[in-house]
């Protein structure tokens, strides 16, 4: 069995690069994808400390079907973001953030 460090220190790596893509990128569809790394690092820890806190071997599931409707709605925030990415193309031609200076055109 996988101790329970070990996916944290993974979740916390995955939160990290996450966090740094937002950060440092410019590009907003990739910056889109590590928001979404960042929502999967939360999701791996939540999964990591419902399974350590199972009692007599017996996992505590609670967590982990919160998890699932956390991607759930994941799901539908990434078909809300890509349609605002793909309308802010067509009417910029860009989509790199730093064009992004007032919100009319």
Do not use: W
Request: hydrophobic share 60%; aromatic share 8%.
């Amino acid at each position: 069995m996988i101790p329970l460090a070990h996916y944290l220190i993974f979740s916390g790596l995955l939160f990290s690069i996450g966090l740094a893509g937002v950060l440092v990128r410019k590009n907003i569809i990739v910056v889109f994808m590590c928001l979404e790394m960042m929502l999967t690092a939360a999701n791996v820890s939540l999964v990591a400390f419902s399974r350590a806190q199972g009692t007599a071997g017996i996992p505590v599931y609670d967590a982990q079907v919160l998890s699932l409707f956390v991607s759930g709605i994941a799901a539908a925030e990434v078909a809300i973001g890509l349609a605002l990415i793909v309308a802010m193309f067509r009417s910029r031609k860009s989509v790199e953030s730093t064009e992004l200076t007032s919100l009319k055109d």
